[in-house]
């Protein structure tokens, strides 16, 4: 079992019922549980004007799933939470956005995936969530906790 972070945020509908649908649905998979949450936070959008502002979490998982495996899971579930990914604008407003933070301490570069998360360490809607869920998580490559 591998424990894994994930930033889950949404700026379309109903912002918090979709992230708590999508913390629902991905625990209710096979070979996922949910470790921790953090509180939701309400943070201004990046790269979109006059965009309706975030809500964010972070959450920690166990998983037995591989890191690929686990991804086609979290873009599943964001399009059945009705996230349309506009291949323009990677910051069009969303139902959902599920990231992968941390995979383990694995660092993974593939051409679908990208782990540790390569800006997760730049985002504050990222670290704060993630400072109340692990501040002694270490990030494998800056060798840097969170706190």
Partial sequence: MTIVY??????????????????????????????SASSFYETE???????EWFVNVA???ET??????????CQQI???LGRH???QNQNAPRTLDIDMLFYG????????????HPRAHLRAFVLVPLLEVNPRLLHPVLNRTIE
């Fill in 6 to 35: 994930l930033s889950l945020g949404s700026n379309l509908g109903d912002r918090i019922g979709y992230v708590q649908q999508a913390i629902t649905q991905l625990t209710a998979r096979p070979g996922i549980r949910l470790l």
């Fill in 45 to 51: 959008p990046l790269g979109c004007e006059n965009a």
């Fill in 59 to 61: 959450v920690a998982i």
């Fill in 64 to 73: 037995s799933l591989p890191a690929e495996d686990l991804l086609d899971v």
């Fill in 78 to 80: 964001e399009t059945q």
């Fill in 85 to 87: 990914r506009d291949p």
């Fill in 105 to 116: 301490s694995q660092v993974i570069d593939s051409e679908r995936l990208v782990l540790p």
